[in-house]
């Protein structure tokens, strides 16, 4: 396998610098990779990067199924657009809607962000060590979800972070 130039390239979760492969490689590569002591990569890295690929098909499946199930056309800015209705505040939102947020620190966010997100009613388990794989990825696919404006996403987050830490 040639490779090119060593490059800083986002491997998985991590930015290393590498000779970067002509072929792409799975996470699975990545981990074999790491074990021969090629790529560096803690344990930390690993869960996350594990995380996030279950979190990236974890989009691709059950969210766009149940965005699937709920949006509506509507009628919003004179246009018939698909849309989403938050289930605390009641707002609409179509489903390409993008603004800029207020932080925590009162400021606003450099990128627009999406105007909903999808969240579990009642959270995911956490997973912090291996043996807590089976019941984040239970309740990330199989979790009861809803649709929340950024703002009472927000908010029922820390109130989630709040109850976790009492």
Sequence with gaps: M??????TKK???CRREILVPEIKGSFKQIIQKAELGKLSLTDGDIKSGIRSSLRELWRASTRAVFLEGIRRETLIEGKHRLSVKCKECK????IGAKERVKLKN??????AKSVFQVDHVHGCHPFTE???????AKDLFHGELRVLCYSCHQSHTDKQSK????
């Design 2 to 7: 040639e490779t090119n130039k060593v490059k």
């Design 11 to 13: 491997v998985g979760i």
């Design 91 to 94: 707002r609409v939102m179509w």
């Design 106 to 111: 009162g400021k606003l966010s450099k990128k």
């Design 130 to 136: 291996y043996e807590d794989l089976g019941k984040f």
């Design 163 to 166: 109850a976790k830490r009492s």
